[in-house]
């Protein structure tokens, strides 16, 4: 049936006077639904009990601080100073469990003031969490990827130096090392670097930490990890075995060069399907010590190259075919070792929707223990709500080959749009505490799914 004007066109044109007043109103009525995560997370005693050794005399103390920060990327700001757009905000104080939040000046002053013994500590809280989650979860295999990621910043910090920086060019930067956990799509550690290292400059002490972290208190659970070729070494492959964790590493063509004259050689190769096929063995190149298993991979070009040729003195390189090397561990088939292997790409997804919207990229201060705290308070907004999320619906899916995450994620930004930024009345009708907001059936939907999960898993 169709609708005459009248009942769609509005003949109102005036323009209403605006004004500013206090009736306990609030933007963000979302974060109720995270005050409800802080609780069965028990988060605040957590973080008071990792800087219980700190003597603070300011107003503030420093696990109400962290945790105004993970508030704060929650909403979507970035700069300190941005905080004067929601200090009266009442729902934002209940989840911060604050009568009023920190002036920018404070929260910057504290940033600068904190040390790295304190990082660490706030650091193995965030790791915890993930831990905990996967051991509710009691996942036979747990899949720990691991890669670089680079900060840039016009600020002259602490820490940062020039160096690879494919976007911001001559920028100073840092350049962290990230260990993300496939199936649940969080970020269980970082190591913070400066800008100017190689990207596995640290990481064999890193990955040691990560493993052993988890494999201590999942010990049922296979890990297996995946690393570019960047992380490519015998001390690295010998580390994963002697920690008996299974690992796919892909493999350089410049640093081996027998690689491009064994794939020239070779005549018979073993089909995966239509656009793969493979050869593998057992070889040992000169500097290692022992043989490992290689996986030659080659794919068929999508596109033929237009004109000439362009040589290559380390990797083969023709019209038809495009060739990649991998070596494991593994012991099943060459495709579920490249199908493993390429599942590593999810965590660029990861990676780049912290850096967007959890704010990882940013350098709040010139402190480097203050950075760090920062990326800390991003990462754990990060992980809270893929929480949120994993503590609120089914699993989507269940382990595959390429290991994908095992429910299907919301982004931070779609959250926000859809359920934070909701205006709604904080009052007391009837001396009970009561959040009103205006009525929509999707949101009414999703707010009752949430918080009767979340009841009932506390």
């Known amino acids: 049936m169709r609708s005459s004007k009248a009942q769609i066109l509005s003949g109102v044109h005036a323009i209403p006077t605006v004004r500013f007043c206090d009736?306990?109103?609030?933007?963000?009525?979302?974060?109720?639904?995270?005050?409800?995560?802080?609780?069965?997370?028990?988060?605040?005693?957590?973080?008071?009990?990792?800087?219980?050794?700190?003597?603070?005399?300011?107003?503030?103390?420093?696990?109400?601080?962290?945790?105004?920060?993970?508030?704060?990327?929650?909403?979507?700001?970035?700069?300190?100073?941005?905080?004067?757009?929601?200090?009266?905000?009442?729902?934002?104080?209940?989840?911060?469990?604050?009568?009023?939040?920190?002036?920018?000046?404070?929260?910057?002053?504290?940033?600068?003031?904190?040390?790295?013994?304190?990082?660490?500590?706030?650091?193995?809280?965030?790791?915890?969490?993930?831990?905990?989650?996967?051991?509710t979860e009691q996942l036979r295999r747990v899949t720990l990827d691991f890669d670089g990621s680079v900060c840039s910043t016009r600020r002259r910090a602490e820490g940062t130096a020039v160096g690879y920086n494919n976007r911001r060019k001559g920028e100073r930067s840092y350049y962290p090392l990230l260990c993300t956990v496939a199936q649940s799509g969080q970020i269980l550690d970082v190591l913070a670097r400066s800008g100017n290292v190689h990207d596995s400059n640290g990481s064999e002490a890193f990955i040691h930490e990560c493993v052993t972290a988890v494999a201590g208190q999942m010990p049922r659970a296979v890990i297996e990890s995946r690393l570019d070729s960047a992380f490519f070494s015998e001390n690295t492959a010998l580390l994963l075995d002697d920690l008996k964790a299974e690992y796919t590493i892909s493999v350089p063509f410049e640093r081996l060069t027998d690689l491009k004259r064994m794939i020239e050689e070779r005549r018979r190769w073993r089909s995966i399907d239509a656009t793969w096929s493979y050869f593998e063995m057992n070889w040992c190149p000169k500097a290692w010590s022992a043989p490992a298993r290689?996986?030659?991979l080659r794919q068929k070009a999508t596109r033929r190259q237009a004109g000439p040729m362009q040589l290559d003195l380390f990797e083969p390189?023709?019209?038809?075919?495009?060739?990649?090397?991998?070596?494991?561990?593994?012991?099943?088939?060459?495709?579920?070792?490249?199908?493993?292997?390429?599942?590593?790409?999810?965590?660029?997804?990861?990676?780049?929707?912290?850096?967007?919207?959890?704010?990882?990229?940013?350098?709040?201060?010139?402190?480097?223990?203050?950075?760090?705290?920062?990326?800390?308070?991003?990462?754990?907004?990060?992980?809270?709500?893929?929480?949120l999320q994993m503590q609120t619906r089914p699993r989507a899916v269940y382990s595959g080959p390429t290991r994908p995450a095992m429910w299907s994620f919301e982004k931070l930004e779609t959250l926000r749009n859809r359920l934070i930024w909701r205006a709604g009345r904080l009052h007391s009708p009837d001396g009970r505490l009561t959040l009103t907001m205006s009525a929509n059936a999707a949101v009414q939907a999703d707010y009752e799914t949430i918080m009767s999960a979340l009841q009932e898993a506390a």
């Open 23 to 135: 009736h306990s109103l609030t933007s963000t009525s979302g974060l109720v639904l995270f005050q409800m995560l802080f609780d069965r997370l028990d988060l605040r005693n957590e973080l008071r009990r990792c800087c219980r050794h700190l003597r603070d005399r300011g107003d503030f103390k420093l696990p109400e601080l962290f945790l105004v920060l993970v508030i704060h990327i929650l909403l979507g700001y970035r700069k300190l100073d941005d905080i004067k757009y929601y200090r009266d905000d009442p729902v934002a104080l209940r989840a911060a469990g604050l009568r009023r939040f920190p002036d920018d000046s404070t929260l910057s002053r504290r940033l600068r003031a904190v040390d790295v013994p304190t990082v660490a500590g706030l650091q193995s809280v965030v790791r915890q969490l993930v831990i905990d989650r996967l051991r």
């Open 294 to 296: 290689f996986v030659f």
């Open 317 to 387: 390189r023709t019209a038809e075919y495009q060739y990649k090397v991998i070596v494991t561990n593994k012991t099943v088939s060459a495709q579920k070792v490249m199908q493993f292997h390429h599942g590593r790409g999810s965590q660029e997804g990861i990676i780049g929707e912290a850096k967007s919207a959890a704010m990882l990229d940013y350098v709040p201060t010139r402190s480097w223990a203050g950075n760090q705290m920062y990326m800390q308070a991003s990462i754990l907004a990060h992980n809270l709500t893929r929480e």
